[in-house]
Structure formats: C-alpha cells, structure tokens
C-alpha cells in the first residue's frame, strides 16, 4: 500500500497470495506501512478472506488441510506507536533489510493505521528471506486507533498473531494450527485482548509466548491485559518437543490474564522467566504479572499447580498462592468438545462446569473490555467463530440439531449402543424389517451436533455402525438415529 493511501477491500473478497511471485521475491505479502491504512471491513456472511493461490475450494479441506503452511506470506502492518527497541524504530522481520518500507516505530501509540473486521487469513507464513517467515497478521507498532475485531489466522508456518510494540488492541481473534506460537508480543506491546482463541496440533508450540522490551534500560514497561481466552494445546500426550507450555512469560514481559482457559496442553501452563535480576519474575514480585479466575486443565507435566507451573528458579509457592488466592482452579472446563480433525467435533463454547459457575472480573477502569458471565472466549451459546472462519469452511465446528429433527417423533425402543458408557469408540446397533435410509448424529446436552454419520443405506436385519468417541469429553450425550418414519433415541455416556 502506498505511504498516504488506503487500501479499502469490499467484504467477500478474496485476496490469493501467489508461491513465487514474478517480481524476483522470495514470497508475495501485503504491506501496510507506515503513513498508509488499510480498511478491511468483511462480515460474517461475507468474510475478507486472504489465503493461497492454491486454495481453490474455500468452502471445504478438499484441496488444503491444516497442514499445507507457508503458501504466501501474509498481512504486515507497520505504524508509528512506541517501540521497546534502541532507537525507537526497527525494520519488521520477515521483510528484507533492504526494503526501505520495512521501518516501524515511532511516538504514537493511538495511531489509527485503519479497520480489520471478519478477515480470515489462511496457509502463510512464507520465507521472505532466509530464516526469516512471515507471521500470519504482524502489527509493529500498530496504534490504538486502529480497529480489529473477529480476526483469524489459519495453518500458518509461524507466529499466528505477533505484536511489535504499539497499543493496537484486538477482539474476537481466532488462532489455529500454526507452527510455532499463537499469540506472540514482543518490544512492550502494551494493548489488550479480549476473545482469544488458540487451537494447536503437534506442529504447534506455545498459545503465548510473551517479551518484554529489547532496550538496554528495558523501557517501556508496560502492562497488557488479556480477558476471555481459550488456548487449546494439541493434547497432553504430545511428542512433539516444540509442543510446549501454554504461555512463556520472558523479558521482562507482564501480563494480567483474567477468566481465561488453559488446556491439553503437552507440558505446563505457565513459565515465569527469571534469568536476570529484572526478568518477568521480577514484574510477578512487583505486582505487574497476575493471573485471575482463570482455569487450568489437562497438561502433561501433572495435575496440581506444582506441576504446571514455574518461576525458573523462583519461589514457585509464591505463584501457586496467587493463583489459588485469584480464583483460579484445576477443573475440567467442560468445552463442548474438542477435536483437530474436521469431523465437527470442535465445539470450543463452555458447556457447564466452572468455565460458567464462580466469579469473574472485568479489568476495572477499561472500556475496551465488555462485561461477561463466564470464562473463556466462548460462552455456552454463541460461537462467534462459526460461519466466516477457516475453522467453519473446512468442517471443524460442530453443527446444532436442526429444527427439522426437533419436529419429528422420537421413540427409544430399537437401538443397542455398546460399550455404554463408552470411551474410544462405540457402536450402534439397529434392528430393520426392510432396507432403509438412516443417519446417526450424537447430540450433547446443549443440543450440538458432535459427530455425524450421513445418510446411507442399510439392508433388512440387524446393522451396526462403529462411531469414534475418543474425541468427546465425559459427559451424557443422545444418539439419534434418523429415519423416514422418525428419530429412534438413546442416551450415551461418556467415560474418561
């Protein structure tokens, strides 16, 4: 984008970033530097969606996957806000050296660089140079004027979302599968979030990974406050040794993380650096890195805050206290389900349990911030990610019961389910006089779709189907099996 203008993009647009562009680059990108603006104001019916050339059926995974990463490079945003780097400006990384427009930092951290608003960014992450790839969406000294709201990242090579310093503040921000951190700050971002969601697999590395300023004093410091996310590792059993910690706090970085989730994750949840005198060990002490009413499950290290929690050589009884003082717990945050394959298994919304029950604070004095009733980025009903993300397109979500089944009779007399309760897998069973037309859903207590088998033909006699379970979490869940003359139901549960 040239210095002076504005790039306006129509919502329903999609942008495709070409592999080996003819202009002698190592990867194609869009650039917003400083002085220039971009206004990206999509919809959720008619997302802004930037993705590969190669992405041919935008609506399903048929040509891509979550694993096709580092197609293009992504979107860049540089403005004029506080950086914590000597000097005060920095050249972006992921741009060459050589490009002048590369400069970021300045003394204006409300600058205004523009509108991001239901933007899918898909599949980058390409190298510009080497040893030097492309975040998904960078913002390096983005101001607070500028405005980005429901924004997601997919399948990228690395950094889902990095900040360089600046003040731009980000809601509803969806970040999945990507190859190194999800939510990555650096240079003394000093923003907030709110509605942030991380889904990882075994490509992945940490949901946060947190720094401070890289100036000899270590100014500014500055305080970033996160409200309302869910980070979900790829699984506690992960063997991946990049599959690390749900956040590493380092730098002298701070942070205050309210109503937040935290699970399945391969180690711990949280690493406190404490390598130098003044590290972010040093900002725990002095009351500048809190954590409060969050919840923490399923990690690999072990099942107490002892195990998931670390200062690097600190006084780790002194974090434990706070967490346990600031109303955070180790409970099972009951989420609708979670799945990294798109069978519809994903449901991230809170379905009962301590995510909705407990007390939870609204960071006093900030207007960004809207007041919740739960923990989370999703509450037990809307889940702002569904219809414009990749997530949705490629079949991740979980769908609800349609008002058509809702109307037709239901009986619970012909279905076997066994084993019942189940674990990894289960099978229904069905007795038929003729050959029929059948489809099986499983339906949570909330009335979500978590697995689905489509229609298909079954012969007269007795027919079974295997459904995989290993995916769902404990819980009761109905089987319905739909036929022409009705629903047949049966109650499910869940073991673990």
């Known amino acids: 984008v040239p210095v002076g203008q504005t790039l306006n993009i129509e919502a329903g647009t999609v942008i495709k970033g070409i592999s080996t562009p003819n202009t002698g680059d190592a990867a194609s990108a869009l650039i917003v530097p400083k002085g220039a603006m971009i206004n990206a104001q999509g919809t959720a019916s008619q997302p802004i969606i930037f993705t590969?050339?190669?992405?041919?059926?935008?609506?399903?995974?048929?040509?891509?996957?979550?694993?096709?990463?580092?197609?293009?490079?992504?979107?860049?945003?540089?403005?004029?806000?506080?950086?914590?780097?000597?000097?005060?400006?920095?050249?972006?990384?992921?741009?060459p050296s050589t490009e002048g427009?590369?400069?970021?930092?300045?003394?204006?951290?409300?600058?205004?660089?523009?509108?991001?608003?239901y933007v899918s960014i898909r599949h980058g992450g390409a190298k510009l140079e080497a040893n030097n790839e492309i975040n998904g969406l960078t913002l390096a000294g983005v101001g607070s004027g500028t405005t980005i709201d429901y924004v997601e990242v997919f399948a990228n090579l690395d950094d889902g979302i990095e900040f360089f310093g600046g003040a731009v503040n980000v809601k509803h921000a969806s970040v999945s599968f990507c190859g190194d951190d999800s939510f990555d700050y650096d240079q003394s971002w000093d923003g907030n979030g709110q509605y942030w969601f991380s889904l990882q697999d075994a490509e992945s590395n940490r949901a946060g990974e947190w720094d401070g300023s890289?100036?000899?004093?270590?100014?500014?410091?500055?305080?970033?406050i996160i409200a309302n996310a869910t980070f979900i590792g790829a699984g506690d059993t992960s063997d991946n040794e990049d599959n690390n910690d749900a956040l590493r706090i380092r730098d002298d970085a701070a942070a205050k993380v309210y109503n937040s989730v935290m699970t399945g994750f391969a180690r711990r949840a949280i690493v406190i650096d404490n390598?130098?005198?003044?590290?972010?060990?040093?900002?725990?002490?002095?009351?500048?890195?809190?954590?409060?009413?969050?919840?923490?499950?399923?990690?690999?290290?072990?099942?107490?805050?002892?195990?998931?929690?670390?200062?690097?050589?600190?006084?780790?009884?002194?974090?434990?206290?706070?967490?346990?003082?600031?109303?955070?717990?180790?409970?099972?945050?009951n989420l609708g389900?979670?799945?990294?394959?798109?069978?519809?298994?994903?449901?991230?919304?809170?379905?009962?349990?301590?995510?909705?029950?407990?007390?939870?604070?609204?960071?006093?004095?900030?207007?960004?911030?809207?007041?919740?009733?739960?923990?989370?980025?999703?509450?037990?009903?809307?889940?702002?990610?569904?219809?414009?993300?990749?997530?949705?397109?490629?079949?991740y979500f979980a769908d609800l019961v349609s008002s058509t089944n809702d109307s037709l009779s239901v009986v619970d007399e012909t279905i076997a389910i066994y084993p019942n309760p189940a674990s990894q897998f289960t099978t229904v069973s069905i007795d038929l006089e003729s050959t029929q037309s059948l489809?099986?859903?499983?339906?949570?207590?909330?009335?979500?779709?978590?697995?689905?088998?489509?229609?298909?033909?079954?012969?007269?006699?007795?027919?079974?189907?295997?459904?995989?379970?290993?995916?769902?979490?404990?819980?009761?869940?109905?089987?319905?099996?739909?036929?022409?003359?009705?629903?047949?139901?049966?109650?499910?549960?869940?073991k673990k």
Do not use: C
Request: glycine share 12%; hydrophobic share 35%.
């Open 439 to 494: 489809s099986i859903q499983v339906i949570d207590m909330m009335g979500r779709i978590v697995s689905t088998v489509s229609a298909q033909s079954y012969t007269a006699g007795t027919q079974s189907q295997e459904i995989n379970t290993a995916y769902l979490q404990r819980g009761a869940y109905m089987v319905l099996v739909s036929r022409a003359q009705g629903v047949l139901a049966k109650t499910m549960l869940i």
């Open 52 to 95: 590969s050339e190669f992405d041919t059926e935008l609506d399903n995974n048929e040509d891509l996957t979550k694993d096709d990463k580092g197609l293009w490079g992504g979107l860049i945003i540089l403005g004029n806000g506080i950086v914590g780097v000597d000097g005060g400006v920095q050249n972006v990384e992921g741009i």
């Open 214 to 224: 890289e100036q000899a004093d270590l100014t500014p410091q500055v305080t970033p």
């Open 275 to 333: 390598d130098a005198a003044q590290d972010s060990y040093q900002r725990f002490l002095d009351g500048d890195l809190e954590f409060i009413n969050n919840v923490f499950f399923d990690f690999g290290a072990g099942s107490t805050f002892a195990d998931i929690v670390t200062t690097d050589g600190g006084d780790d009884n002194l974090l434990i206290a706070h967490l346990i003082d600031n109303g955070s717990q180790i409970a099972d945050p």
């Open 337 to 395: 389900g979670i799945s990294r394959e798109p069978n519809g298994g994903l449901d991230p919304r809170v379905a009962f349990g301590p995510a909705l029950n407990g007390d939870v604070i609204v960071p006093g004095g900030n207007t960004f911030f809207d007041a919740v009733t739960y923990k989370g980025a999703f509450d037990n009903d809307n889940n702002w990610a569904a219809n414009w993300t990749a997530l949705s397109d490629n079949g």
């Open 101 to 117: 427009r590369a400069e970021y930092g300045g003394t204006d951290n409300t600058e205004n660089s523009g509108t991001l608003t």
